[in-house]
C-alpha cells in the first residue's frame, strides 16, 4: 500500500473544464512534489513546495496551479487545459533532502 | 539538458547479479544520486541513494566513481520481481529532483 494517496486515479476533462488532483500524506514530510509522466517518458518535475510555500516552479504554465492548504494536503487545479496535458500526474513527499515518497498517481485524459 | 544518461534497455538471467549503470558527467558537488525504479501502473519507489561513498541497503548497492561522474546500481540476485524501469536521478539542492532517461531491465527466468 502506497504511503501517498493520489485521487482522483483517472480523469477525463473536456478543455473548458475546471477540476483539481488531490495528493494526501500522513508521514509528517515536510516536502511535496508534482510530476508530469508521459507515456514511456521519465517523470518530469513541475512543483516543489517546502514547509507550505511554493519554492519550486519548473516554469509550469498557468493553466496548472498548484496550492498547498497544509503539511498534509497538496493540490492541483487544472483549467483550460490542452490535449497534450494529457499524461499520468504524480505527487510525492519526503522529509527535507530524503527519499521521495511516490503515489501511483492520476491518469488524466483531455478531450 | 538531460542531467543522467542511461542505456534504455538491459536483460538479465534470474539470480545472477547486474549492474545499471548512469552517467552524470555535469554533477556538482553537492548534488546526491538516488536510485528508483517504476512498474507498470505504480508510481517510482525509492530504491537506494549516496553523496560520495558507495552505499549499501536490502535492495541493492551503489557504487559510486571517485570523479562523481558515474555511478553504478549493483541487484546482487536478479528476480522476476526487479523487471522495472530504473531511473537515475540528480538532487540537488532545493529538493530538485530531475529523473534520468530511465533504463528497463527484464529478468529472464
Known amino acids: 500500500d502506497t504511503e501517498v494517496t493520489q485521487t482522483p486515479k483517472h480523469l477525463v476533462m473536456g478543455m473548458t473544464n475546471k477540476k483539481s488532483l488531490k495528493c494526501e500524506q500522513h508521514?509528517?514530510?515536510?516536502?511535496m512534489y508534482w510530476y508530469k509522466q508521459k507515456a514511456k517518458k521519465p517523470p518530469e518535475l513541475m512543483f516543489v513546495?517546502?514547509?507550505?510555500?511554493?519554492?519550486i516552479n519548473e516554469s509550469v504554465p498557468s493553466r496548472f496551479s498548484p496550492e498547498c492548504p497544509n503539511s498534509s494536503l497538496l493540490n492541483l487545479h487544472l483549467h483550460a487545459l490542452q490535449p497534450e496535458d494529457s499524461a499520468l500526474y504524480l505527487c510525492a513527499s519526503s522529509q527535507s533532502g530524503g527519499p521521495q515518497h511516490f503515489g501511483d498517481g492520476t491518469r488524466l485524459s483531455i478531450l | 539538458d538531460a542531467k543522467t544518461t542511461q542505456p534504455n534497455s538491459m536483460e538479465s538471467n534470474e539470480e545472477e547479479p547486474v549492474h545499471l549503470p548512469c552517467n552524470h558527467s555535469t554533477i556538482s558537488g553537492t548534488d546526491y544520486i538516488h536510485w528508483y525504479r517504476q512498474l507498470p501502473s505504480q508510481g517510482p519507489e525509492y530504491v537506494i541513494h549516496?553523496?560520495?561513498s558507495n552505499v549499501n541497503n536490502r535492495m541493492a548497492s551503489l557504487a559510486i566513481a571517485e570523479d562523481r561522474k558515474s555511478s553504478t546500481l549493483i541487484l546482487h540476485r536478479a528476480t522476476l520481481r526487479d523487471a522495472a524501469v530504473y531511473y537515475c536521478i540528480l538532487r540537488l539542492t532545493g529538493n530538485q529532483f530531475y529523473f534520468g532517461t530511465g533504463t528497463s531491465l527484464t529478468v529472464i527466468p
Open positions: 513546495y517546502s514547509y507550505e510555500k511554493l519554492s
Open positions: 549516496g553523496l560520495t
Open positions: 508521514m509528517g514530510h515536510r516536502a
